[in-house]
């Protein structure tokens, strides 16, 4: 069992910059790829980014490529995803998962995450 939980959510005006954390325990992450997610208000669960177990691979969903990063500390068991040049339109609750596939892209099914977190919201001020 892995447990995940989320921080660094809050609000902030458009065009800053958010550094969002996943802490995990109960296994080792380095044995998961891992997911960042999103969901706005009204609408289905997004998907953000994506890092391969071993850090070395990464995909993002188109609408945050070239403005996200997503990386990863294997050594203490954290995720990250870094947030810039923020829109409001980034406006939601991201999560992060944990997925038993050695790498996960924008194609990877949402089934093919074993873990999720509870979330930590993001509120873009226009």
């Known amino acids: 069992q892995v447990q995940l939980v989320e921080s660094g959510g809050r609000l902030v005006q458009a065009g800053g910059s958010l550094r969002l954390s996943c802490a995990a325990s109960g296994r080792p992450l380095r044995n998961f790829a891992m997911g960042w997610f999103r969901q706005a208000l009204g609408k289905g669960r997004e998907f953000v980014a994506g890092i391969s177990n071993s850090g070395g691979v990464t995909d993002y969903g188109d609408s945050v490529r070239g403005r996200f990063t997503i990386s990863r500390d294997n050594a203490n068991n954290m995720a990250y995803l870094q947030l810039n040049s923020l829109e409001p339109e980034d406006t939601a609750v991201y999560y992060c998962?944990?997925?038993?596939?050695?790498?996960?892209?924008?194609?990877?099914?949402?089934?093919?995450?074993?873990?999720w977190g509870q979330g930590t919201q993001v509120t873009v001020s226009s």
């Open positions: 998962a944990a997925s038993f596939l050695g790498a996960v892209s924008k194609d990877t099914l949402r089934n093919d995450y074993a873990y």
